[in-house]
């Protein structure tokens, strides 16, 4: 009979964000991932929503495994998809969640979206569950290899989650599972910043579960951090038949703020943190830390509207500062517009004749003339002394007058007279 014998999550904002959108969620036997998405902290609502339906559990009743895991998935993206309807500022918001459960003899997952499950047997790192995403379909399809859907730039659009359509189908599997496994779950924070073997030699090379998981947020952040890092690690032991062993050595550590002990998770403010013993197994459900004001945009993913990205689905509102700053412009503009009405500069045509300009001596904005001519004169700048092309060159600005008394001068041989 297997049990889990220690496990140690952690759950970071990366560095380019200012929130943290993640929640996960561990509990031995079950643990959970989730990563969620829309703007104005709608993300952290829904993947905490994930979080805190799993707070209940896996029903009792039911059929295998793998489809009370599913009976989760489903309530989840009921609860979500309801929230999101009732305000608008939660519209759109969608979550992944990777849900994994510790049985006698195996591991059973259910998920939806792109955060991963590996399993580290022997040396042996592999992943277990298949992204939904675009880029991942289009491999499955042939279309892209492996290679490509690493870098490229839609890699991060899911193509399923939680939240955002009112039914949502989730893949699940059982798998036998061994004394000493490792498994991993983590958000595409982790796997979109290092590679899939820089995780596996971190992981097999660590001495515990706690320096795995440090150094695997470590690496991700030194490579950028530029989404929410969230990582679980649980290892198996066989306790035998009659199973049921001594207390679980539990490394769990996380950077969300503790709250007291409760079987409920707070969603939508402070992290939840529930700790309970129960047949001699710790038990902590966390919720990730509150969210500072938010940054980028996830970027989009589908269907649900794109993230950050960052494309991010933000409902977007002008600021006191942006409304200034175009009403300055505009401002600006009108005054170039009048100014270049009443003023005059001397220059030169297209095609080498001493012109008189009206207007502003500039290129504006997209191509825009700030000035046009007024009067074009026989005089070659050419064949100016020196000493006057200085005058066509300058772009002096003057009165009409000013400007049309210049040229005739040049016109007559007067100014070079003088
Ligand atoms: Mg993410």
Not at 2 to 8: G, K, Y
Not at 276 to 297: F, I, L
Request: glycine share 10%; with cysteine; hydrophobic share 35%.
């Amino acid at each position: 009979m297997l049990r889990v014998a220690d496990h140690f999550e952690r759950s970071d904002t990366g560095r380019a964000r200012r929130e943290n959108e993640d929640s996960f969620y561990a509990r031995s036997p079950m643990f959970a991932v989730a990563d969620g998405m829309g703007g104005a902290q709608a993300g952290e609502v829904a993947s905490q929503t994930a979080v805190q339906v799993l707070q209940q559990g896996l029903p009792e009743r039911g059929g295998s495994v793998e489809e009370r895991l599913r009976e989760l998935v489903t309530e989840a993206n009921a609860r979500i998809n309801a929230l999101s309807r009732a305000d608008e500022q939660h519209a759109g918001m969608g979550t992944t969640l990777t849900l994994a459960y510790v049985g006698e003899h195996e591991l059973s997952v259910a998920h939806v979206g792109d955060s991963r499950l590996y399993r580290l047997r022997e040396g042996m790192f592999e992943r277990l569950t298949d992204d939904h995403t675009l880029v991942e379909e289009l491999v499955r399809q042939g279309k892209l290899t492996p290679q490509e859907a690493d870098h490229h730039p839609q890699r991060s659009i899911i193509t399923r989650a939680l939240g955002p359509e009112a039914a949502v189908e989730a893949d699940s599997h059982t798998w036998p599972a061994r004394d000493g496994d490792v498994y991993l779950i983590c958000s595409d924070g982790l796997t979109s910043m290092i590679s899939e073997r820089q995780v596996g030699e971190l992981l097999a090379a660590a001495p515990s579960l706690s320096d795995a998981g440090r150094k695997l947020v470590d690496a991700a952040n030194a490579a950028g951090g530029r989404d929410n890092i969230t990582v679980i690690l649980f290892r198996l032991e066989d306790v035998g038949a009659l199973g049921g062993g001594g207390p679980t050595q539990d490394t769990t550590e996380h950077d969300a703020v503790s709250a007291p002990a409760s079987e409920e998770a707070t969603v939508g403010g402070a992290a939840a943190e529930a700790a309970t013993a129960s047949g001699g197994r710790a038990a902590t459900a966390v919720a990730a830390p509150p969210a500072e004001p938010a940054a980028r945009p996830r970027e989009p993913r589908a269907p649900r509207p794109p993230r950050e990205e960052p494309g991010r689905r933000r409902r977007r509102r002008i600021s006191p500062g942006v409304f200034l700053g175009l009403f300055l412009v505009v401002a600006i503009l009108l005054s170039a517009y009048y100014a270049s009405q009443t003023v005059y500069f001397v220059g030169t045509s297209d095609d080498g004749f001493v012109t008189v300009y009206r207007g502003l001596p500039y290129d504006g904005p997209a191509g825009l003339d700030l000035y046009n001519v007024n009067y074009l004169s026989s005089v070659p700048v050419s064949e100016l002394p020196a000493g006057q092309r200085r005058l066509v060159t300058e772009h002096k600005l003057r009165s009409r007058d000013d400007a049309q008394d210049l040229v005739r001068q040049m016109e007559t041989g007067a100014l070079r007279r003088q």
